[in-house]
Every structure is written in C-alpha cells, then in structure tokens.
C-alpha cells in the first residue's frame, strides 16, 4: 500500500528556532500533500495543503510567514516551523493523496511531535 | 462539507462485532462517506469509504442507510489493537481533497 514517511519522528527545540519537518510519499507520486497539527486530546486540524510546484493554502486562522510550506517534488514537502514558541508544541502530521485516483483517500505519515522549551 | 456526529466513546468486548454509528444528515449527493482511525500517537490510518452501496474489505464493513443520511462501521471480530479513535468523515464535491476531522468515537476494546 502507499506510504508515507515523516522525519524527524520527534524533536526538541529551544525558543525563537526554526524546525524543518519532511514528508515523503515512498512508492507513489503525490501531487497534493497535507499538513495537520494535533494538540493534546484534540483532533487534527488542517494547516494547510500543498500542490507541487505551487504555493500553498493555508487554512484561516494559521500564519502562512511562520508556517513555511515547500513542495519541490511529486514525492516531497517540508514544514519549516520559524521562530518556534512554546504554544508551537504539537503533533504534526501529514498525509498525501493519490494523484487521479479517489483524491479523498489520504495516507497518513506517523507524525512528528515537536517540543519547544 | 457534511457535518457528522458521532458518540465519544464505545466499548467493545475482544471477538465481538464493533458496530460505529455515524449520523450525516447534511450529506450531499456527491459527497462519499470515509472512515479512518487514529492509534495513540500515530498517523490517522484509512480504513474504508463509501458512497451509497455498503462497501466490505479486509478491515470492516460500512453500511449506509438508504437515505445517506448515516452509516455504520462494523468491525467484524474485534481486538486489543482495534482500540483507536475512529473518525467518520464526509467530504467530496468542492472540498478539494480536504477531511474534516471531528472528535470522533474512542473505541477500547477489552478482554
């Protein structure tokens, strides 16, 4: 089935840093991958979706100069975390979708769970 | 997209049937019925979709009710690593690829 990696699995980040999340799709192109943030016993929240080759959109509510979203390929995106605080700490998580093919279906990446002291 | 309400939680004894009620009354007629569930501190998993006709695969079935206006995920013989939250999502139309998760059923399957 299609799979999709996250790196860092987690990390632990100082105030005022930057973090770089990656997102790939292993054995399947995707041409639209999506980025989800999930707080402690909450649901996942859209962030954003992302089409290679094109800038993302960004849902209401979240800042699209703190959340930097890059999809340079048909098997990669990046969610680069600047200036991270501590309110920043969450789970993030993102999928990708099959391209042409039942684009609802999503697969899911193991998440990356970041820590800002 | 649809909303959907589903119960908090549900508890299921290990061997049974898990039967997961979701009620979409809003549902729109291009728009399908899935299902994904979420294992503590892992990525959502998909388990089945559906439009109008019941769908069977290797992990349950889903049955939508004539109407469309709600479904049921049936676990057919469940275990310990079935406790998950399960999310009943509706989308399709103009969403774009989007799912809109909800706060979902917390199942725990017990011995």
């Known amino acids: 089935g299609a799979v999709v990696s996250q790196h860092p699995s987690w990390v632990i980040c100082k105030s005022g840093t930057s973090v770089k999340i990656e997102c790939r799709s292993l054995?399947?192109?995707?041409?639209?991958m999506f980025w989800y943030r999930q707080f402690p016993k909450q649901s996942l929240m859209l962030m954003a979706t992302?089409?290679?080759?094109?800038?993302?959109?960004?849902e209401q509510g979240v800042e699209k100069d703190k959340f930097l979203i890059n999809h340079a390929s048909l098997t990669l995106s990046t969610l680069t975390v600047t200036s991270a605080h501590p309110e920043d700490s969450s789970f993030y998580i993102c999928?990708?979708?099959?391209?042409?093919?039942?684009?609802?279906?999503?697969?899911f990446g193991p998440g990356t769970r970041l820590t800002v002291l | 997209d649809a909303k959907t309400t589903q119960p908090p939680s549900m508890d299921c004894a290990e061997g049974r049937a898990a039967n997961l009620p979701c009620n979409h009354s809003t549902i729109s007629g291009n728009e399908y019925v899935y299902w994904y569930r979420q294992i503590h501190s892992q990525g959502p998993q998909y388990i089945i979709h559906g439009l109008k006709n019941n769908e069977t695969n290797e992990m349950a079935s889903l049955i939508i009710t004539e109407d469309r206006k709600s479904s049921t995920l049936i676990l057919p013989h469940a275990t310990l690593r079935d406790t998950a939250v399960y999310y009943c999502?509706?989308?399709?139309?103009?969403?774009?690829?989007?799912?809109?998760f909800g706060q979902g059923t917390i199942l725990t399957v017990h011995p």
């Open positions: 999502i509706v989308s399709g139309g103009t969403s774009y690829g989007k799912l809109t």
């Open positions: 999928s990708a979708g099959l391209a042409g093919i039942r684009y609802n279906e999503q697969f």
């Open positions: 992302s089409n290679e080759g094109s800038k993302a959109t960004y």
């Open positions: 054995d399947f192109q995707a041409t639209t």
